[in-house]
C-alpha cells in the first residue's frame, strides 16, 4: 500500500510504499479515506509526544475516517500500538469506533472529531460539569479552542471566556459563543491584569497552552477570586506554549485548586469511545462546527510544513489503489 511514513524524527513523512497491516482477531482491516492532521499527529511524527517510543519507521495518524469490509463508514481511534492512519489501509478495533450517520462528511469528520474530543471528553468525563457553570478556555485561538468555546456552550455554561494572542481568530471566537474575549498579545502584565479580572470566578479552565501562560493565568485568576474557597477545576489538555511550568507551592495552599489533565491515560479507551457517537451527532447536525482543507496524502509533504488559513484543520484524503 501507500502510506505517509516517517523515517525521521526532524523530516516530514514521505509518500511511500509501506507493508499493509493484516486483520487480525478482534481487529478488521479498513479502507481509509480521511485522516486529519491534528497536533497530537504532529508530535508523535516528530517524536515529541508523551506516548512516543521513538521507534522509526513510523505512519502517522492516529484516527481517521475509513469504510469497513461491509461497506459501513465508520470513524475510529486507532490502537496506540497499530499502524497510523495516514495510509490507503488501516487497522480498526470496532470497540473504538463509531458509524458515521446518514448526511455525515468524511472530511468534516476526520477534521473535528479530534480537537473536539479533547474538550468534550474533559468536561463529560474529568468533572461533573453542570448548566450554568462558567468556563475559561485557555488558548482558544487554536482549532480545539475554538471548539472548547461551542462545547461549553452547548454543554450549558451561561459564560465562557476566551483568551489567546490571535486577534482574527479571537474575533472568531467572540462570534461563536465567548461572552467575554481577552487578547494576551500585549504587554504581558496588562493582558493578564484583564484575564484575572474577566476570569476571576469561573469553575473550569480548560488549558490549551501550559507554559509561561498558565504560569502567569494561574496567580492572576486565583487572587481575583471572590471566595477562593470554591473549587477550581483547571484541565490541562495541551501544551503549545510549553510542556512545564513553575508552580510555587503557595497556589495550591492558597486556593481550592483542583489541577488535572484529560489525554490518553487520564481518560480510559472504553470512557473515550463510549463519547464517540454523542460527539458524532452534534457534529453531524453543526452544533459544533469546523473548517477543514483536503488534502491528497500524496502530496504529505509538502503539506505538512505548508501554511493552513487560521481555524482550519488539515486533512490528507485517501482511498485504496488511489
Not at 25 to 37: I, P, R, S, Y
Not at 276 to 286: A, D, K, V, Y
Request: charged fraction near 20%.
Amino acid at each position: 500500500m501507500h502510506a505517509a511514513v516517517v523515517r525521521s524524527f526532524a523530516n516530514p513523512p514521505r509518500y511511500e510504499e509501506f507493508a499493509a497491516p493484516e486483520a487480525t482477531e478482534g481487529k478488521l482491516l479498513v479502507e481509509m479515506l480521511a485522516a486529519g492532521l491534528h497536533p497530537r499527529v504532529r508530535s508523535g511524527a516528530n517524536g515529541t509526544h508523551y506516548t512516543s517510543d521513538g521507534r522509526l519507521p513510523l505512519i502517522p495518524g492516529v484516527d481517521g475516517v475509513g469504510r469497513l469490509p461491509d461497506g459501513q463508514l465508520v470513524y475510529f481511534v486507532a490502537d496506540d500500538g497499530d499502524p497510523g492512519t495516514m495510509a490507503e489501509w488501516a487497522l480498526v478495533d470496532p470497540r473504538r469506533a463509531v458509524a458515521l450517520p446518514d448526511g455525515a462528511d468524511p472530511i468534516i469528520i476526520a477534521a473535528a472529531m479530534n480537537p473536539a474530543m479533547s474538550s468534550w471528553v474533559a468536561l463529560r468525563r474529568r468533572i461533573s460539569f453542570r448548566p450554568g457553570q462558567s468556563v475559561l478556555v485557555l488558548g482558544a485561538t487554536g482549532n480545539a479552542g475554538r471548539m472548547a468555546v461551542q462545547i461549553a456552550g452547548h454543554l450549558g455554561a451561561d459564560r465562557i471566556v476566551a483568551a489567546g494572542r490571535d486577534p482574527e481568530r479571537l474575533e472568531l471566537v467572540g462570534s461563536l459563543g465567548a461572552t467575554h474575549v481577552v487578547s494576551l498579545a500585549g504587554d504581558p502584565d496588562k493582558d493578564f491584569a484583564a484575564l484575572g479580572e474577566a476570569a476571576a470566578d469561573v469553575d473550569v479552565v480548560i488549558d490549551y497552552t501550559w507554559g509561561a501562560p498558565t504560569e502567569q493565568a494561574l496567580p492572576a485568576v486565583l487572587t481575583r477570586r471572590a471566595d477562593r474557597s470554591a473549587p477550581l477545576d483547571w484541565i490541562q489538555i495541551g501544551s503549545l506554549a510549553g510542556r512545564e511550568i513553575s508552580l510555587p507551592s503557595a497556589t495550591l495552599r492558597a486556593a481550592n485548586l483542583r489541577l488535572m489533565g484529560s489525554g490518553q491515560g487520564s481518560v480510559t479507551a472504553r470512557g473515550i469511545a463510549a463519547e464517540l457517537p454523542s460527539l458524532m451527532t452534534e457534529l453531524t447536525r453543526g452544533t459544533i462546527t469546523a473548517d477543514a482543507q483536503p488534502v491528497a496524502l500524496a502530496d504529505v509533504e509538502k503539506a505538512w510544513t505548508a501554511p493552513v488559513a487560521a481555524g482550519t484543520r488539515l486533512v490528507f484524503t485517501v482511498s485504496a489503489g488511489g
